[in-house]
Protein backbone atom coordinates (compact mmCIF):
# COMPACT_ATOMS: atom_id res chain seq x y z
CA UNK A 1 0.00 0.00 0.00
CA UNK A 2 1.27 3.03 -1.18
CA UNK A 3 2.13 5.75 1.93
CA UNK A 4 -0.58 8.41 2.79
CA UNK A 5 0.19 12.36 3.54
CA UNK A 6 -0.76 13.74 7.25
CA UNK A 7 -2.37 16.91 8.00
CA UNK A 8 -1.52 18.02 11.46
CA UNK A 9 -3.44 21.27 13.10
CA UNK A 10 -3.26 23.32 16.42
CA UNK A 11 -6.13 23.80 17.52
CA UNK A 12 -7.25 26.40 20.06
CA UNK A 13 -5.69 28.31 22.47
CA UNK A 14 -1.80 28.08 22.53
CA UNK A 15 0.78 27.19 25.01
CA UNK A 16 4.58 27.39 25.58
CA UNK A 17 4.79 23.96 24.79
CA UNK A 18 2.34 22.73 21.62
CA UNK A 19 5.41 23.18 18.86
CA UNK A 20 6.83 20.25 21.16
CA UNK A 21 4.16 18.43 19.93
CA UNK A 22 4.33 19.27 16.37
CA UNK A 23 8.13 18.37 16.32
CA UNK A 24 6.96 15.36 17.67
CA UNK A 25 4.57 14.22 14.86
CA UNK A 26 7.24 15.83 11.89
CA UNK A 27 10.16 13.76 13.06
CA UNK A 28 8.50 10.56 13.63
CA UNK A 29 6.67 10.48 10.35
CA UNK A 30 9.76 11.45 8.63
CA UNK A 31 10.87 8.29 10.52
CA UNK A 32 7.83 6.04 8.70
CA UNK A 33 8.26 7.00 5.10
CA UNK A 34 6.65 3.73 4.14
CA UNK A 35 3.56 4.49 5.47
CA UNK A 36 3.44 8.50 5.95
CA UNK A 37 4.49 10.66 3.15
CA UNK A 38 4.50 14.27 3.93
CA UNK A 39 2.67 16.33 6.84
CA UNK A 40 0.82 19.15 5.85
CA UNK A 41 0.19 21.63 8.31
CA UNK A 42 -3.18 23.72 8.68
CA UNK A 43 -2.00 27.83 8.34
CA UNK A 44 -4.43 28.73 11.23
CA UNK A 45 -5.71 25.70 12.68
CA UNK A 46 -8.78 23.98 10.91
CA UNK A 47 -9.30 27.10 9.07
CA UNK A 48 -6.66 25.70 7.04
CA UNK A 49 -7.90 22.44 6.04
CA UNK A 50 -11.30 24.03 5.52
CA UNK A 51 -9.81 26.64 3.13
CA UNK A 52 -7.35 24.48 1.48
CA UNK A 53 -4.30 26.44 2.79
CA UNK A 54 -1.76 23.93 3.66
CA UNK A 55 1.73 24.16 4.79
CA UNK A 56 4.40 21.79 3.42
CA UNK A 57 6.53 21.10 6.56
CA UNK A 58 8.73 19.12 4.27
CA UNK A 59 10.44 22.72 3.37
CA UNK A 60 11.76 22.87 6.86
CA UNK A 61 14.94 21.45 7.82
CA UNK A 62 15.37 19.09 10.55
CA UNK A 63 17.10 21.81 12.53
CA UNK A 64 14.21 24.19 12.30
CA UNK A 65 11.84 21.74 13.39
CA UNK A 66 14.44 20.68 16.34
CA UNK A 67 13.96 24.17 17.16
CA UNK A 68 9.96 24.23 17.49
CA UNK A 69 10.76 22.27 20.88
CA UNK A 70 11.85 25.46 22.40
CA UNK A 71 9.29 28.14 20.70
CA UNK A 72 6.64 28.84 22.12
CA UNK A 73 2.90 29.63 20.95
CA UNK A 74 1.59 27.95 17.30
CA UNK A 75 3.95 27.82 14.28
CA UNK A 76 1.55 27.18 12.07
CA UNK A 77 -1.07 29.30 13.58
CA UNK A 78 -4.27 28.58 15.55
CA UNK A 79 -7.84 29.21 15.77
CA UNK A 80 -10.68 29.13 17.94
CA UNK A 81 -13.08 27.63 15.22
CA UNK A 82 -15.72 25.32 16.29
CA UNK A 83 -16.76 23.33 13.67
CA UNK A 84 -21.03 22.77 14.28
CA UNK A 85 -22.35 19.69 14.47
CA UNK A 86 -22.72 17.07 11.83
CA UNK A 87 -26.28 17.28 11.47
CA UNK A 88 -25.80 21.28 11.81
CA UNK A 89 -23.53 21.91 9.31
CA UNK A 90 -22.50 18.77 7.32
CA UNK A 91 -20.90 20.64 4.95
CA UNK A 92 -18.28 22.00 6.61
CA UNK A 93 -17.16 18.34 7.05
CA UNK A 94 -17.14 16.79 3.74
CA UNK A 95 -14.81 19.64 2.66
CA UNK A 96 -12.45 18.23 5.14
CA UNK A 97 -12.71 15.16 3.30
CA UNK A 98 -12.87 16.58 -0.01
CA UNK A 99 -9.61 18.91 0.81
CA UNK A 100 -8.06 15.72 2.27
CA UNK A 101 -9.03 13.56 -0.70
CA UNK A 102 -6.98 15.19 -2.82
CA UNK A 103 -4.24 15.89 -1.06
CA UNK A 104 -4.07 12.32 -0.64
CA UNK A 105 -4.13 13.00 3.17
CA UNK A 106 -4.88 9.28 5.19
CA UNK A 107 -3.83 11.04 8.49
CA UNK A 108 -5.84 13.43 10.55
CA UNK A 109 -3.30 14.35 13.81
CA UNK A 110 -5.77 17.21 15.78
CA UNK A 111 -3.51 18.88 18.55
CA UNK A 112 -5.86 20.49 21.15
CA UNK A 113 -8.45 20.07 23.73
CA UNK A 114 -12.06 19.15 24.21
CA UNK A 115 -13.47 20.66 20.99
CA UNK A 116 -10.81 19.53 18.79
CA UNK A 117 -11.45 16.01 19.89
CA UNK A 118 -14.83 16.38 19.03
CA UNK A 119 -14.04 17.47 15.37
CA UNK A 120 -11.49 14.30 15.49
CA UNK A 121 -14.19 11.69 16.28
CA UNK A 122 -16.50 13.25 13.47
CA UNK A 123 -13.84 13.01 11.16
CA UNK A 124 -13.08 9.87 11.60
CA UNK A 125 -16.55 8.80 11.42
CA UNK A 126 -17.92 10.69 8.49
CA UNK A 127 -14.84 9.59 6.12
CA UNK A 128 -15.31 5.92 6.98
CA UNK A 129 -19.57 6.72 5.90
CA UNK A 130 -17.87 8.80 2.69
CA UNK A 131 -15.74 5.69 1.59
CA UNK A 132 -12.39 7.65 2.14
CA UNK A 133 -11.55 6.49 5.51
CA UNK A 134 -8.99 9.20 7.50
CA UNK A 135 -7.04 7.70 10.83
CA UNK A 136 -7.76 10.33 12.94
CA UNK A 137 -5.67 10.91 16.30
CA UNK A 138 -6.11 13.63 18.77
CA UNK A 139 -2.97 15.09 20.61
CA UNK A 140 -3.96 16.18 23.81
CA UNK A 141 -3.49 20.18 24.42
CA UNK A 142 -4.66 22.60 26.77
CA UNK A 143 -3.15 25.14 29.67
CA UNK A 144 -6.88 23.99 31.74
CA UNK A 145 -5.36 20.53 32.14
CA UNK A 146 -9.14 19.35 31.76
CA UNK A 147 -9.18 16.49 29.54
CA UNK A 148 -10.50 12.72 30.98
CA UNK A 149 -8.53 9.81 31.10
CA UNK A 150 -4.94 11.42 30.91
CA UNK A 151 -2.86 12.38 33.78
CA UNK A 152 -2.40 15.87 32.78
CA UNK A 153 -2.44 17.80 29.54
CA UNK A 154 0.84 19.05 27.82
CA UNK A 155 0.66 22.16 28.32
CA UNK A 156 -0.37 22.41 31.87
CA UNK A 157 2.72 21.62 33.19
CA UNK A 158 4.74 25.07 31.66
CA UNK A 159 1.45 27.30 32.92
CA UNK A 160 1.62 25.42 36.41
CA UNK A 161 4.85 26.55 36.92
CA UNK A 162 4.70 30.13 35.66
CA UNK A 163 2.06 30.47 38.32
CA UNK A 164 4.03 29.13 41.43
CA UNK A 165 6.79 30.74 40.79
CA UNK A 166 5.30 34.05 39.65
CA UNK A 167 3.12 34.20 43.20
CA UNK A 168 6.61 32.94 45.17
CA UNK A 169 8.09 36.24 43.54
CA UNK A 170 5.09 38.27 44.20
CA UNK A 171 4.58 37.68 47.56
CA UNK A 172 8.57 38.51 48.24
CA UNK A 173 7.62 41.60 46.32
CA UNK A 174 5.13 42.71 48.37
CA UNK A 175 6.55 40.93 52.22
CA UNK A 176 9.25 44.04 51.16
CA UNK A 177 6.52 46.62 50.94
CA UNK A 178 3.85 45.84 53.03
CA UNK A 179 4.40 47.43 56.11
CA UNK A 180 3.91 51.08 54.28
CA UNK A 181 2.35 50.18 50.98
CA UNK A 182 0.53 47.22 49.20
CA UNK A 183 -1.16 45.22 51.48
CA UNK A 184 -2.94 42.51 48.34
CA UNK A 185 -1.76 41.67 45.60
CA UNK A 186 -3.93 39.77 43.03
CA UNK A 187 -2.82 37.14 40.57
CA UNK A 188 -5.59 36.13 38.25
CA UNK A 189 -4.73 32.85 36.50
CA UNK A 190 -6.58 31.64 33.44
CA UNK A 191 -9.15 28.64 33.92
CA UNK A 192 -12.95 29.10 33.16
CA UNK A 193 -14.41 26.14 34.22
CA UNK A 194 -12.06 23.68 36.01
CA UNK A 195 -8.80 25.57 38.62
CA UNK A 196 -6.21 23.27 38.15
CA UNK A 197 -4.17 26.23 37.07
CA UNK A 198 -5.28 28.29 40.16
CA UNK A 199 -4.60 25.41 41.47
CA UNK A 200 -0.83 25.09 40.53
CA UNK A 201 -0.27 28.49 42.42
CA UNK A 202 -0.70 27.01 45.59
CA UNK A 203 2.04 24.77 45.38
CA UNK A 204 4.63 27.80 45.88
CA UNK A 205 3.17 27.96 49.58
CA UNK A 206 5.89 26.68 51.89
CA UNK A 207 4.81 26.39 55.57
CA UNK A 208 1.54 28.55 57.27
CA UNK A 209 2.18 32.12 55.38
CA UNK A 210 3.84 30.99 52.58
CA UNK A 211 2.85 32.65 49.37
CA UNK A 212 -0.19 32.05 48.11
CA UNK A 213 -2.38 32.77 51.40
CA UNK A 214 -5.92 32.37 49.55
CA UNK A 215 -6.72 30.35 46.36
CA UNK A 216 -9.95 30.68 44.58
CA UNK A 217 -11.12 27.94 42.72
CA UNK A 218 -14.10 27.84 39.68
CA UNK A 219 -15.15 24.36 41.91
CA UNK A 220 -15.89 26.75 44.60
CA UNK A 221 -18.83 29.02 44.72
CA UNK A 222 -17.66 32.50 45.84
CA UNK A 223 -18.62 33.12 49.38
CA UNK A 224 -17.72 37.34 49.94
CA UNK A 225 -18.07 37.28 53.65
CA UNK A 226 -15.80 34.37 54.12
CA UNK A 227 -13.60 35.48 51.72
CA UNK A 228 -12.87 39.13 52.82
CA UNK A 229 -12.74 38.07 56.44
CA UNK A 230 -9.82 34.94 55.15
CA UNK A 231 -8.14 38.28 53.51
CA UNK A 232 -8.27 40.59 56.47
CA UNK A 233 -7.22 37.61 59.00
CA UNK A 234 -3.99 37.27 56.48
CA UNK A 235 -3.28 40.77 56.63
CA UNK A 236 -3.37 40.77 60.39
CA UNK A 237 -1.24 37.79 60.87
CA UNK A 238 1.07 38.08 58.47
CA UNK A 239 1.10 41.64 57.04
CA UNK A 240 -0.34 41.29 53.81
CA UNK A 241 -2.03 38.64 51.62
CA UNK A 242 -1.51 36.66 48.24
CA UNK A 243 -3.86 35.59 46.55
CA UNK A 244 -4.39 33.46 43.21
CA UNK A 245 -8.36 33.53 42.08
CA UNK A 246 -9.24 31.80 38.77
CA UNK A 247 -10.85 33.61 36.00
CA UNK A 248 -13.59 31.67 36.09
CA UNK A 249 -14.65 32.01 40.03
CA UNK A 250 -18.52 31.86 40.03
CA UNK A 251 -21.03 32.98 42.09
CA UNK A 252 -23.58 31.02 44.44
CA UNK A 253 -26.18 30.45 41.96
CA UNK A 254 -23.53 29.46 39.62
CA UNK A 255 -23.18 32.82 37.29
CA UNK A 256 -19.20 33.96 36.38
CA UNK A 257 -18.06 36.30 38.94
CA UNK A 258 -16.64 38.71 36.06
CA UNK A 259 -19.20 37.78 32.93
CA UNK A 260 -18.96 40.22 30.76
CA UNK A 261 -21.90 39.24 28.66
CA UNK A 262 -20.12 38.02 24.96
CA UNK A 263 -18.67 34.90 23.99
CA UNK A 264 -15.98 33.37 21.94
CA UNK A 265 -15.63 31.85 18.49
CA UNK A 266 -16.61 28.65 20.99
CA UNK A 267 -19.55 29.73 22.16
CA UNK A 268 -17.84 30.04 26.04
CA UNK A 269 -18.58 32.86 27.93
CA UNK A 270 -16.02 35.58 27.89
CA UNK A 271 -14.87 36.69 30.91
CA UNK A 272 -13.91 40.35 32.04
CA UNK A 273 -11.10 40.36 34.62
CA UNK A 274 -12.39 39.05 38.53
CA UNK A 275 -8.97 40.26 39.82
CA UNK A 276 -10.46 44.12 39.54
CA UNK A 277 -13.07 43.30 40.39
CA UNK A 278 -11.97 41.42 44.20
CA UNK A 279 -9.31 44.34 44.34
CA UNK A 280 -12.56 46.73 44.29
CA UNK A 281 -14.43 44.79 47.07
CA UNK A 282 -11.29 44.50 49.06
CA UNK A 283 -10.70 48.40 48.88
CA UNK A 284 -14.38 48.90 49.66
CA UNK A 285 -15.49 46.58 52.31
CA UNK A 286 -11.59 46.49 54.04
CA UNK A 287 -9.96 49.51 53.05
CA UNK A 288 -6.67 47.74 52.15
CA UNK A 289 -4.21 49.24 49.21
CA UNK A 290 -3.78 46.38 46.70
CA UNK A 291 -2.26 45.88 43.25
CA UNK A 292 -3.34 42.69 41.09
CA UNK A 293 -1.72 41.33 37.68
CA UNK A 294 -3.75 39.62 34.85
CA UNK A 295 -1.26 37.06 33.44
CA UNK A 296 -3.33 35.76 30.99
CA UNK A 297 -1.28 35.18 27.52
CA UNK A 298 2.00 35.88 29.33
CA UNK A 299 1.98 32.54 31.15
CA UNK A 300 0.74 30.26 28.57
CA UNK A 301 3.44 31.79 26.24
CA UNK A 302 6.42 31.65 29.09
CA UNK A 303 8.69 28.83 27.14
CA UNK A 304 12.00 30.57 29.19
CA UNK A 305 10.48 29.03 32.50
CA UNK A 306 8.47 26.08 31.00
CA UNK A 307 8.91 22.52 32.84
CA UNK A 308 11.12 19.63 31.42
CA UNK A 309 8.32 17.44 32.46
CA UNK A 310 5.60 19.25 30.49
CA UNK A 311 8.37 19.33 27.53
CA UNK A 312 8.73 15.67 27.33
CA UNK A 313 5.71 14.82 27.80
CA UNK A 314 4.51 17.22 24.66
CA UNK A 315 7.49 16.07 22.27
CA UNK A 316 5.88 12.33 23.05
CA UNK A 317 2.37 12.35 22.78
CA UNK A 318 3.28 14.09 19.16
CA UNK A 319 5.74 10.71 18.34
CA UNK A 320 3.17 8.64 19.66
CA UNK A 321 0.37 10.04 17.89
CA UNK A 322 2.21 8.95 14.48
CA UNK A 323 2.97 5.45 15.72
CA UNK A 324 -0.60 4.57 17.04
CA UNK A 325 -1.67 5.98 13.18
CA UNK A 326 1.14 3.99 11.73
CA UNK A 327 -0.07 1.03 14.02
CA UNK A 328 -3.61 1.31 11.97
CA UNK A 329 -5.50 3.03 15.47
CA UNK A 330 -7.84 5.55 14.60
CA UNK A 331 -10.78 7.49 16.57
CA UNK A 332 -8.24 8.38 19.96
CA UNK A 333 -6.52 10.59 22.08
CA UNK A 334 -3.18 9.82 23.24
CA UNK A 335 -3.25 9.65 27.25
CA UNK A 336 -0.35 9.98 29.78
CA UNK A 337 -0.75 7.62 32.15
CA UNK A 338 1.14 7.91 35.75
CA UNK A 339 2.36 4.94 37.04
CA UNK A 340 3.90 6.46 40.23
CA UNK A 341 3.91 9.92 42.92
CA UNK A 342 7.60 9.57 43.75
CA UNK A 343 9.38 9.02 41.76
CA UNK A 344 7.12 10.67 38.95
CA UNK A 345 6.60 7.78 36.28
CA UNK A 346 4.31 7.58 33.47
CA UNK A 347 3.95 6.09 29.90
CA UNK A 348 1.36 6.32 27.24
CA UNK A 349 -1.63 5.04 26.89
CA UNK A 350 -5.09 5.63 24.56
CA UNK A 351 -8.58 6.08 25.26
CA UNK A 352 -11.57 6.19 22.51
CA UNK A 353 -12.39 9.74 21.46
CA UNK A 354 -16.20 9.38 22.00
CA UNK A 355 -14.99 9.10 25.54
CA UNK A 356 -13.19 12.19 26.03
CA UNK A 357 -15.02 15.04 23.35
CA UNK A 358 -16.97 17.84 25.44
CA UNK A 359 -16.01 16.25 29.18
CA UNK A 360 -14.07 18.45 31.23
CA UNK A 361 -12.45 17.13 34.36
CA UNK A 362 -12.75 19.83 36.92
CA UNK A 363 -10.38 19.54 40.32
CA UNK A 364 -11.23 17.20 42.78
CA UNK A 365 -13.23 17.89 46.13
CA UNK A 366 -10.54 16.12 47.65
CA UNK A 367 -7.69 18.08 46.37
CA UNK A 368 -9.07 21.54 48.28
CA UNK A 369 -8.98 22.02 52.05
CA UNK A 370 -12.21 22.21 53.97
CA UNK A 371 -12.73 25.92 53.58
CA UNK A 372 -12.24 26.29 50.16
CA UNK A 373 -9.25 28.51 50.20
CA UNK A 374 -6.33 26.37 49.67
CA UNK A 375 -4.88 22.99 48.11
CA UNK A 376 -4.88 19.79 50.31
CA UNK A 377 -1.55 17.81 50.39
CA UNK A 378 -3.28 15.01 47.85
CA UNK A 379 -3.61 17.89 45.69
CA UNK A 380 0.39 18.99 45.96
CA UNK A 381 1.07 15.16 45.60
CA UNK A 382 -0.43 15.32 42.04
CA UNK A 383 0.52 18.67 40.75
CA UNK A 384 4.41 19.12 42.14
CA UNK A 385 5.61 16.33 39.37
CA UNK A 386 4.61 18.34 36.94
CA UNK A 387 6.43 21.20 37.58
CA UNK A 388 9.79 19.32 37.48
CA UNK A 389 13.35 20.53 35.80
CA UNK A 390 14.06 23.44 33.59
CA UNK A 391 14.74 23.14 29.72
CA UNK A 392 15.78 26.66 29.09
CA UNK A 393 15.86 27.91 25.60
CA UNK A 394 19.10 28.95 23.70
CA UNK A 395 19.62 32.74 24.14
CA UNK A 396 20.95 35.52 22.00
CA UNK A 397 21.53 38.95 22.75
CA UNK A 398 20.10 38.10 26.15
CA UNK A 399 16.67 36.93 25.13
CA UNK A 400 15.75 33.75 24.03
CA UNK A 401 16.09 32.38 19.98
CA UNK A 402 12.94 30.89 18.51
CA UNK A 403 12.30 30.00 15.43
CA UNK A 404 9.81 31.48 12.45
CA UNK A 405 9.41 28.43 9.86
CA UNK A 406 9.26 29.27 6.19
CA UNK A 407 5.37 27.86 6.29
CA UNK A 408 5.59 27.16 2.50
CA UNK A 409 2.05 26.82 0.64
CA UNK A 410 0.67 23.56 -0.69
CA UNK A 411 -0.73 24.08 -4.21
CA UNK A 412 -4.34 24.04 -3.96
CA UNK A 413 -6.27 21.06 -5.89
CA UNK A 414 -10.10 21.02 -4.75
CA UNK A 415 -10.42 24.15 -7.63
CA UNK A 416 -13.07 26.06 -5.25
CA UNK A 417 -13.05 28.02 -2.71
CA UNK A 418 -15.05 27.65 0.92
CA UNK A 419 -17.06 29.87 2.83
CA UNK A 420 -15.84 29.71 6.65
Not at 97 to 122: M, P, Q, R
Amino acid sequence: MAAKNAFYAQSGGVTAVINASAAGVIEAAREHPETIGKVYAGRDGIIGALTEDLIDTSAESPGAIAALRHTPAGAFGSARYKLKGLEENRAQYERLIEVFKAHDIGYFFYNGGGDSADTCLKVSRLSAEMGYPVQAIHIPKTMDNDLPHTDCCPGFGSVAKYTAVSIREAGFDLASMSKTSTKVFILEVMGRHAGWTAAAGGLAAEGEGGDPHIVLFPEIAYDEPAFLAKVDNCVERFGYCTIVASEGLRTQDGRFLSEAGTTDAFGHSQLGGVAPLLADRIKSELGHKYHYAIADYLMRAARHIASATDLEQSYAVGRAAVEYAAAGKSGVMVTIDRVSDEPYEWTLGEAPLDEIANVERKVPREFITDDGFHITEACRRHLAPLIMGEDYPPYVGGLPQYVRLKNVAVPKKTGRDFEI
